[in-house]
């Protein structure tokens, strides 16, 4: 068996690359899919510890992750078709009402 | 354990909010008279307030209790309910927004905020945190013909996300250090096995630190405060600036002082700096806007920074200040927003700074109240805002931290310049240009509640010091 350590490992780079991708990316629908792939990260951590402890506490958590990933998703998105229907861009260095 | 239904009592307030908000959501197309509904949500957080002090235990196999710690913070969480519910009508009904939704969306994020409050496992944690934020998300981009509506809330959504991926993977860390969720057994679990000194423990405290400095917008993680503050309605603004906020340092409250006790001298090096760093900037920053939402972001910075302090200190006394400072909070900060919501006309948004010169001139009422609740927040005696202050800084002192309160202090002496800005244009300059001020009888009764707050509290904050005192005994040793 894979042992869980290697899990850890991959995990961190998966959310490592997340985060680095949410914040280097300025296109949304990009900054969205990072943040699901660091939740992704989350719930593959998730998997494997539960499998290493022989639990299912994590593997229930796993679920709620993604059913409210799954919300985040559709706020998310109804932002982003809110936005570019509006001002027909979906990068957000372009969105400057706001600042100071 | 399954073989009979649990008992439900203990999540009986959060029930009703749920299933009353639910109601309005679904009948808001076949009632025109929008009132209903500002009614409702005044009468439900009026019941949802007797209901929490009545009920009592643990439910959802102990994931959830109702204790004392919650019952304190859910007081809060329902006042600012009662607040908003009294300031929205007469300008949501200006903006076209007076509807159902709105206060079905309050209500369930009072709910998230209530789960935050009283949760004993980290999965109740998670849930409520993204109820609450999910909620809140909605909520600012609601003005969505607006783009700075939608801007500001397309800014607080990715931002809000991202730190909910720093919050699980901090979860999943502790999770896999001790083999469960549950926060005293998580507790427990790192003190018997000894690892204070763990890097994932570190690791998982640091990212908590984040998550939670994301969430009530601790400087360098508070980049969408003043962008969602400025752009979201001001009736969202009100509500936003004091209940997630509150909410977050209740979560920190039971993470860091109860499941992290064990990693207390890391979690206090990461805080402290960022303390720091918030009172500062966030006073430095206020001092330059113009626009009186913005700016009352950046003192909302500056005021979570004061709060974090009874956290830093650690102690019984030290959370207890801070949440007697959240309370008093919601009086002096939903004051002014009540403000500013009476400057707002169809055409006039009332949101400049110069707007308010000459105030006291043409309405002189109205600047008096405006005087009181910004004496609040710079913490002048006897305002509420005041003994806020006196208490945290006085329990970050007893705790040691004499630098960080001799520093708060002076941060504090910057943050005074703005609001003073505010009151100095209202009361040395002569008016500039008409202004209208759109009273109603909800939002005077709001205002009313809150500056009785503010000054009651403010010459006389022994019963709520008390209580907040009682609610820690039995949380914290």
Redo the contacts between chains.
């Keep these: 068996m894979i042992p869980?350590s290697w899990y850890?490992v991959l995990?961190l780079f998966l959310?490592a690359i997340?985060?680095f991708g949410?914040i280097a990316r300025r296109n949304?629908i990009i900054?969205?899919m990072c943040?699901e792939i660091?939740?992704n990260?989350?719930n593959v951590?998730?998997v494997a510890?539960g499998r290493?402890?022989a639990?299912t506490?994590?593997h229930?958590?796993v679920f709620?992750?993604i059913a409210?990933a799954a919300?985040?998703a559709a706020?998310?998105l109804a932002?982003?078709v809110?936005?570019f229907k509006?001002?027909r861009e979906i990068h957000?260095d372009e969105?400057r009402?706001?600042k100071? | 354990m399954w073989s009979s239904l649990p008992s439900f009592v203990a999540v009986y307030p959060e029930t009703l909010l749920v299933v009353v908000a639910s109601v309005m959501a679904l009948v808001d197309r076949w009632i025109t008279r929008k009132a209903v509904f500002t009614w409702a949500t005044i009468v439900t957080a009026l019941l949802a307030l007797a209901l929490v002090f009545l009920t009592q235990g643990t439910t959802f196999g102990h994931a959830y209790a109702a204790d004392q710690y919650g019952v304190f913070f859910k007081t809060i969480f329902l006042l600012v309910l009662f607040l908003v519910a009294l300031l929205a009508p007469g300008y949501n009904q200006l903006l076209g927004i007076n509807f159902g939704e709105f206060y079905a969306l309050l209500m369930y994020a009072v709910t998230g905020m209530m789960l935050m409050a009283s949760t004993r496992d980290l999965i109740l944690l998670y849930l409520g945190l993204e109820l609450m934020s999910l909620s809140v998300y909605v909520l600012v981009g609601l003005l969505y013909a607006e783009l700075r509506s939608l801007e500001g809330a397309m800014k607080y959504f990715l931002l809000g996300s991202f730190a909910s991926a720093f919050l699980l993977l901090a979860m999943a860390f502790l999770y896999g250090l001790t083999g469960t969720t549950n926060i005293e057994a998580i507790a427990k679990a790192l003190l018997a096995a000894n690892l204070s000194a763990n890097k994932a423990l570190f690791l998982s405290a640091a990212l908590f630190v984040v998550a939670f400095a994301f969430k009530v917008a601790l400087v360098p993680f508070h980049m969408w405060s003043p962008d969602a503050y400025e752009g979201a309605p001001t009736s969202v603004t009100a509500f936003m600036s004091v209940g997630p906020k509150a909410a977050g340092f209740a979560a920190m409250g039971r993470v860091f002082l109860i499941a992290l006790a064990a990693a207390k001298t890391e979690w206090t090096q990461l805080l402290v700096p960022l303390a720091v760093l918030t009172m500062f900037t966030g006073a430095v920053l206020a001092v330059v806007q113009t626009n009186i939402k913005r700016l009352l972001a950046y003192s909302s910075i500056t005021h979570a920074g004061y709060a974090v302090l009874g956290i830093i200190a650690g102690t019984k006394e030290g959370m207890a200040a801070t949440m007697l400072y959240l309370f008093l909070y919601a009086f002096m900060n939903i004051g002014a927003f009540s403000v500013i919501v009476l400057m707002r006309r169809r055409n006039f948004l009332g949101e400049n700074i110069f707007d308010y010169q000459g105030l006291s001139k043409t309405h002189p009422t109205v600047a008096l109240l405006l005087l009181i609740f910004l004496f609040s927040l710079t913490g002048i005696p006897p305002t509420a805002g005041f003994i806020g202050k006196f208490f945290v800084f006085r329990a970050a002192f007893e705790a040691g931290h004499t630098a960080l309160v001799i520093l708060a202090v002076l941060a504090s002496a910057i943050a005074a310049y703005p609001y003073l800005r505010i009151v100095m244009l209202m009361y040395m300059k002569p008016p500039e240009k008409e202004v209208e001020i759109s009273l109603n009888p909800y939002i005077f009764a709001g205002l009313m509640f809150a500056v009785t707050g503010v000054l009651l509290f403010g010459v006389y904050p022994g019963p709520v010091i008390d209580f907040a005192r009682a609610c820690c005994t039995g949380f914290l040793p």
């Design positions: 869980v850890l995990t959310f997340g985060a949410f949304v900054m969205l943040i660091m939740l990260a989350v951590t998730l510890l290493g402890l639990h506490t994590a229930v958590l709620f992750i409210v919300a985040e706020i998310g932002l982003v809110l936005l509006k001002t957000m969105f009402t706001l100071g």
